[in-house]
């Protein structure tokens, strides 16, 4: 599989994970929760920032989980099958997803808000300072 990276040539994300990795769910879930990836404007005082949205309507809370492990950014959810209710017609099942993101070094998550069932996190890339070093010159003899 080939790896996608994005924002030209400045580097933020892949999205080359092994797909066992990157989806978790019913077959033909592979495209589930839809997401977009947005690059936020950049002010005077605010570093590079990138937002991934996903569409998780129908999750509460505390069935969602942002955690970040070895560089790679995982966003997951797990509801749960409420076996009290009886259906006449079920058209909307209780779903798991589980997305991976291989974040570039140097971002970092900055927060993650849920908000009329679209889960918003963002990253922020801090600006590098500008350094310069001056090597002194010794001379030969």
Request: hydrophobic fraction near 40%; charged fraction near 30%.
């Amino acid at each position: 599989m080939s790896r996608m990276t994005l924002l030209d040539g400045s580097l933020w994300l892949s999205l080359g994970a092994p797909r066992a990795l990157r989806d978790v769910g019913k077959p033909g879930d592979a495209g589930y929760p839809p997401y977009n990836i947005e690059l936020l404007p950049e002010g005077e005082e605010e570093p590079e920032a990138l937002r991934i949205t996903l569409a998780v309507a129908g999750f509460k809370l505390d069935e969602l989980e942002v955690s970040i492990e070895s560089g790679g950014l995982t966003i997951g959810g797990r509801q749960r099958d409420e076996e009290t209710r009886e259906y006449l017609h079920r058209g909307i099942a209780a779903r798991q997803f589980k997305r991976t993101f291989q974040l570039a070094s140097g971002v970092e998550v900055r927060k993650a808000e849920l908000n009329d069932g679209l889960l918003a996190v963002e990253l922020h890339r801090p600006r590098k300072e500008k350094r310069v070093l001056k090597v002194g010159i010794a001379a030969a003899d």
